[in-house]
């Protein structure tokens, strides 16, 4: 049975705030949520008095971090958007637009990852071209931060894929960041 076949993660916050994980029996942080988040595992945040639903709560609170920390993927247009649908009557139809937009940019990113991968090619003769491969997928999969679950990237049971490729790939997000962040200003 796979993991995501288990049912959604269980996390009870306690009244210390503290979160602790119920498969593994300790505590876990939110950057440790993120990744069980972007391993494709689903998570319910709980808080233990009261039995309130806080997943929502402390997804957004992981992006404002990420925010925070420059690793920036919402442009200020889109949160203002977001903040302005608050108070609109188009507001209802925001969540099911952005679901709508996000499953979307799943199945074009799976077509095209299944086009890279299964369509003849001619450059795939060309020496190193199925290393290109893996690095443009797992670039895709750092572009999307994990966000398209596990339908995208490298496989993971795929070990021919090294840390200094990954990081290789993070150095390049982080110069072409920077670039776009010199061009806005």
């Known amino acids: 049975m796979a993991e995501t076949e288990k049912g ?45 639903d806080l997943t929502r709560q402390y997804l957004i609170q992981i992006i404002a971090e990420h925010e925070s920390r420059g690793e920036t993927m919402l442009p200020i247009n889109v949160l203002t958007d977001l903040v302005r649908s608050y108070q609109t009557q188009a507001g209802s139809m925001v969540p099911q ?16 990852m299944e086009n890279m991968t299964h369509m003849p090619n001619p450059l ?7 290393a290109m491969q893996k690095q443009q997928a797992a670039f895709l999969k750092a572009m999307t931060g994990g966000i398209m679950g596990g339908t995208s990237g490298p496989d993971p ?6 840390e200094d490729d990954l990081d290789a790939i993070k150095k390049q997000l982080a110069e072409l960041q920077s670039k776009l962040n010199k061009l806005g200003k």
């Open 8 to 52: 959604p993660l269980l996390i009870k916050r306690y009244a210390s705030r503290r979160l602790y994980n119920t498969e593994t029996s300790d505590y876990v942080t939110l950057e440790a949520i993120a990744k069980f988040i972007r391993e494709g595992r689903e998570v319910q945040i709980v808080d233990l008095k009261t039995g309130d």
């Open 97 to 112: 637009f952005l679901a709508s937009s996000f499953e979307m940019l799943r199945e074009s990113q799976a077509k095209m």
């Open 124 to 130: 795939a003769s060309m020496p190193g071209f199925d």
């Open 157 to 162: 049971a795929d070990e021919s894929h090294t």
